[in-house]
């Protein structure tokens, strides 16, 4: 059932990457492809590399100058695209996410579940689980889009400043790469991050 429900969701979006526009069938067949071979070399190594990013202190250094690498390497382009962006919000979203999970897992918040509960089993669904499941949604998507809020009014023009770059038109600044990395990278690193660290504790804090 999981393996369909995934492969349903894979054709939609590839779909709907055809239909906006976005991609033609051929990037949408090279990323499949791509995607694949990702899987085959790194799903053996899987174990390895998430137990390396919990328990090594240095880890989080390791992820921050990888995904920025990636990010500077992609940005090689000089014309703007979206897709350039969108690689940037994806390797920000992605350090941040890891790191959040490093700084769970030693500060004891993330542990192992213990074996004589799993596999984890579905609870009935009630009124009472849909309401807190909705409040949980409504409060962490609030949360989230304040910090994309905030980074953004902070990062933008802290970049412009530091790069020298006008910033009057700031949708004509976030094209330069001097201000989209950055932008991007520290914006959506910061998001991932609160949904990793700052959502839960949020929720604890007020009992949910």
């Not at 239909?19 to 090279?30: C, F």
């Not at 499941?133 to 023009?157: D, E, H, Q």
């Amino acid at each position: 059932t999981l393996f369909r429900s995934t492969g349903v969701w894979c054709a939609l979006v590839c779909l709907s990457r055809i239909y906006m526009g976005m991609h033609s069938i051929l990037d949408v067949i090279a990323g499949v492809l791509y995607a694949i071979l990702i899987m085959v070399v790194f799903h053996p190594a899987l174990e390895v590399i998430d137990n390396f990013n919990l328990t090594y202190k240095y880890a989080p250094l390791i992820i921050i100058s990888l995904h920025l690498g990636m990010g500077i390497f992609s940005f090689t382009l000089d014309t703007w695209s979206t897709s350039r962006g969108d690689t940037a919000q994806i390797l920000g979203s992605g350090a941040g996410i890891a790191c959040g999970s490093h700084v769970n897992y030693m500060l004891g918040l993330m542990l192992d579940t213990p074996l004589d509960q799993l596999p984890f089993t579905t609870p009935p669904i009630t009124v009472t689980l849909f309401g807190r499941s909705m409040l949980k949604f409504l409060i962490g998507v609030v949360v989230l889009l304040a910090i994309r809020a905030m980074m953004k009014k902070i990062t933008i023009p802290l970049a412009c400043k530091i790069f020298r770059i006008p910033c009057d038109d700031v949708r004509k600044a976030r094209q330069r790469m001097e201000v989209e990395l950055p932008y991007r990278y520290l914006t959506y690193g910061t998001v991932g991050f609160g949904v990793m660290v700052l959502v839960p504790c949020i929720f604890n804090l007020i009992g949910l």
